[in-house]
């Protein structure tokens, strides 16, 4: 069992669908990171949310939606995905300040699309 | 540019022998640096964190850092059937909160 919980755990969805990924963490941490992972690839960074506050967008379409509606919770929207967007969707969550915090990953949402 | 380099393996070693993750990082200013272990399907699992130049030892895990050559690794003693994973080296390398920068990851594969 992980400390940052994403649901749902698996996600098959057509084109023109509407659906949203979440995040929580009770770790008091205040930076929390939304990774896309391909099948034998590593994690890639989509976005970093700092104090609630975008602070980092991986240049990722639009049909990615992220929201930070308080310290502990993280969603990702997704509207109109494409077949290549299917992946595995990782949460993780850190302290902010200082550097040698690490990343602590959910469990990841496993997404398809048709 | 900033880049993580590992071998991507397979590296295979026998139970019980001395198995051994490298990584060389592009950007000297580096200061934090992770390894992580993935299991097939499920997402990674930190395992060990070093930030200042020597080794670090947690169980049978060891870490080593040379920030002089850009090179850190991952010693694991008496290697299991049970460490087969991609271990995955990641590396921050700017200021806190800033995300982590990810090798391709180096597949380990234990046999019995």
């Known amino acids: 069992d992980t400390e940052v919980t994403q649901t749902p755990k698996h996600l098959v969805m057509g084109m023109t669908n509407k659906k949203s990924l979440k995040c929580e963490q009770h770790m008091g941490h205040r930076a929390m990171y939304w990774y896309k992972q391909k099948a034998k690839k590593p994690p890639e960074l989509m976005f970093v949310y700092s104090y609630e506050k975008l602070s980092i967008n991986e240049s990722v379409p639009s049909r990615f939606s992220p929201e930070c509606p308080n310290s502990s919770l993280l969603n990702l929207h997704l509207h109109a995905l494409q077949p290549e967007d299917s992946a595995l969707y990782l949460c993780?969550?850190?302290?902010?300040?200082?550097?040698?915090?690490?990343?602590?990953f959910g469990d990841g949402t496993r997404l398809s699309i048709l | 540019q900033k880049e993580v380099e590992q071998n991507s393996g397979p590296l295979s070693v026998p139970e019980g022998a001395i198995a051994s993750l490298n990584c060389t990082y592009s950007d000297r200013v580096s200061q934090s640096f992770f390894w992580y272990r993935q299991y097939s399907g499920k997402s990674p699992e930190l395992i060990m964190s070093i930030y200042s130049n020597g080794d670090k030892e947690d169980g049978r895990f060891t870490a080593q850092l040379n920030k002089a050559s850009q090179y850190v690794s991952l010693l694991i003693r008496d290697s299991q059937p049970s460490d087969s994973a991609t271990y995955l080296c990641a590396v921050r390398f700017d200021q806190a909160g800033t995300a982590l920068i990810f090798g391709k990851g180096t597949t380990l594969s234990v046999s019995s």
């Open positions: 993780a969550s850190s302290q902010w300040d200082g550097n040698n915090q690490p990343q602590h």
